[in-house]
T-cell receptor
Framework: EAQVTQNPRYLITVTGKKLTVTCSQNMNHEYMSWYRQDPGLGLRQIYYSMNVEVTDKGDVPEGYKVSRKEKRNFPLILESPSPNQTSLYFC????????????FGQGTRLTVV | DAKTTQPPSMDCAEGRAANLPCNHSTISGNEYVYWYRQIHSQGPQYIIHGLKNNETNEMASLIITEDRKSSTLILPHATLRDTAVYYCIVRVEVGGQNFVFGPGTRLSVLP
């Protein structure tokens, strides 16, 4: 079954404690990206990757890092989380091209206290 | 990417067709219209997309006006499980595959 898997689904952490949210896809997709969703602000892109070792900033990259060492994985790293990074995070992947759909993971609800 | 305008909310009776409108008056010739939906706080789910012709799949139909400035997503027989936020997105092939999600339309299917 084609899917994008995020872990963990829920996470509560404290300010400043580094964390990583993993994302894995089993569709051999080139494109992967991270979004955050906040009430009233919709989904906003954080970072994206067009292929292995190719990453770039989205609309709201501050405070986040990503890496793409393998095609299937695209982890989101918060080196020093802050309360304003409390949000619902989604990973997405697609095979590329303007007419392809994006597959989204089930989301990670992060709370930073 | 062009901006879209959707009504913030709509109701539909169970079993009836749900018609969700979207305005995209500044759409460019090479931009596609996509529809996604999000049920509760789950990941957005692809529904359908099109360029200029009407499209139909197992989930829905997409009707795009001839001038391409607006479109309508049709759920032919809405069920309670179709209650969700529906997003209309227009986009071209750009690096990063960024889907710009607006506030969408919150569809409530009523029993």
């Amino acid at each position: 079954e084609a899917q994008v898997t995020q872990n963990p689904r829920y996470l509560i952490t404290v300010t400043g404690k580094k964390l990583t949210v993993t994302c894995s896809q089993n569709m051999n997709h080139e494109y992967m990206s991270w979004y955050r969703q906040d009430p009233g602000l919709g989904l906003r892109q954080i970072y994206y990757s067009m292929n292995v070792e190719v990453t770039d900033k989205g609309d709201v990259p501050e405070g986040y890092k990503v890496s793409r060492k393998e095609k299937r994985n695209f982890p989101l790293i918060l080196e020093s989380p802050s309360p304003n990074q409390t949000s619902l995070y989604f990973c997405a992947s697609s095979s590329g091209g303007g007419t392809t759909e994006a597959f989204f993971g089930q989301g990670t609800r992060l709370t930073v206290v | 990417d062009a901006k879209t305008t959707q009504p913030p909310s709509m109701d539909c009776a169970e079993g009836r067709a749900a018609n969700l409108p979207c305005n995209h008056s500044t759409i460019s010739g090479n931009e596609y219209v996509y529809w996604y939906r999000q049920i509760h706080s789950q990941g957005p789910q692809y529904i359908i997309h099109g360029l200029k012709n009407n499209e139909t799949n197992e989930m829905a139909s997409l009707i795009i006006t001839e001038d391409r400035k607006s479109s309508t997503l049709i759920l032919p027989h809405a069920t309670l499980r179709d209650t969700a936020v529906y997003y209309c997105i227009v986009r071209v092939e750009v690096g990063g595959q960024n889907f710009v999600f607006g506030p969408g339309t919150r569809l409530s299917v009523l029993p």
